[in-house]
């Protein structure tokens, strides 16, 4: 009789104000694994920096070990953050991650985790993605970092994906590898989960679709633009790269969108440039950097024209 192959040791290091639904779409579907196989396939270990109750951003929370208590061997450790995980740079954390780096326990990042692993220095020559809210800063603070904007990506050894509901997708992906389609499936639609995503799938609804915009070629600047938010391209390289000539693009943009082409593109990277402002600590020089704008001051100067008060100003009052 062969014998069967021990549980998989999965840990779940969870940062404070963790995204709840992010863990629970990553947690549920292995439990629901074990359920429906009627086998324990995967034994769940929650971690925190200190343990005990760690409190998602609505308060509920798991009850964790400490990370340095950790019981045995893991098979793999993801990191759930949430809310500013540029801000969770807990040293021994850090140093805990890239200790099991060097130990070959395959490393995950779920919502803003990928953020801390970065910032641990284990993702070198690895492909990942975050939240698509972190993007742009991210690509800020790594420029070297092959970042995507992906559900999830799996590169050999780390598992990365955006958040909310893409744990789901990810996990029906690492169930099928280990355990087959047919329990993969069945885990879906116990969560009646039925449209499982390709790690290809976009995080957001695309830019066209929420302008109301249809014309194909106004559809392909919107994504490129969004695209390339920190090297902003020319009016020339998004009509040629759209297919029609600068001129025609021109006169789309103005029926369309109400603007010419270079002036939607501006607002839309100052727009990124206030959701980072107000949702992180990234300094202002820094935030000019990741929208394209350079230097500091042609950006506040923009920036001003834009919102009425200069980045500084504006920050200090979304915090109170």
Request: net charge positive.
């Amino acid at each position: 009789m062969s014998r069967r192959s021990p549980a998989r040791r999965i840990g779940f290091l969870f940062t404070p104000d963790f995204a709840l639904m992010s863990a629970a779409s990553a947690v549920e579907p292995l439990r629901a694994a074990n359920l429906l196989s009627g086998r324990d396939l995967y034994e769940l270990i929650f971690l925190s920096s200190e343990g005990g109750l760690l409190r998602s951003s609505v308060l509920g929370g798991f009850e964790t070990r400490p990370l340095s208590e950790m019981p045995g061997q893991l098979d793999l450790l993801f990191v759930v953050s949430g809310g500013d995980p540029m801000q969770a740079t807990d040293p021994a954390t850090l140093a805990a991650l890239r200790r099991l780096a060097r130990q070959g326990v395959p490393l995950g990042g779920i919502s803003g985790g990928a953020a801390l692993l970065a910032a641990a220095g284990v993702m070198q020559d690895r492909r990942y993605t975050i939240h698509w809210m972190h993007v742009d800063e991210m690509r800020s603070l790594y420029p070297e970092a092959m970042i995507e904007r992906r559900l999830f990506v799996i590169d050999r050894d780390r598992y990365t994906c955006a958040g909310g509901m893409a744990p789901l997708d990810m996990m029906h992906a690492l169930i099928t590898a280990e355990h087959g389609a047919e329990l993969a499936r069945a885990v879906s639609d116990w969560f009646i989960h039925t449209g499982i995503r390709s790690a290809e799938a976009p995080q957001q609804q695309s830019p066209a679709r929420s302008l109301g915009v249809t014309h194909p070629a106004l559809e392909a600047m919107l994504d490129l633009m969004s695209s390339h938010i920190a090297d902003p391209l020319t009016l020339e390289d998004l009509a040629k790269l759209s297919g029609v000539s600068a001129r025609q693009l021109e006169r789309l943009s103005r029926a369309q969108l109400g603007q010419s082409v270079m002036a939607f593109y501006r607002g839309l990277r100052l727009d990124k440039a206030d959701e980072i402002l107000r949702r992180s600590s990234l300094g202002i020089d820094a935030i000019a950097q990741a929208t394209g704008f350079g230097e500091r001051s042609p950006f506040s100067r923009a920036f001003r024209r834009r919102f009425g008060s200069g980045p500084a100003a504006r920050r200090k009052a979304a915090r109170g």
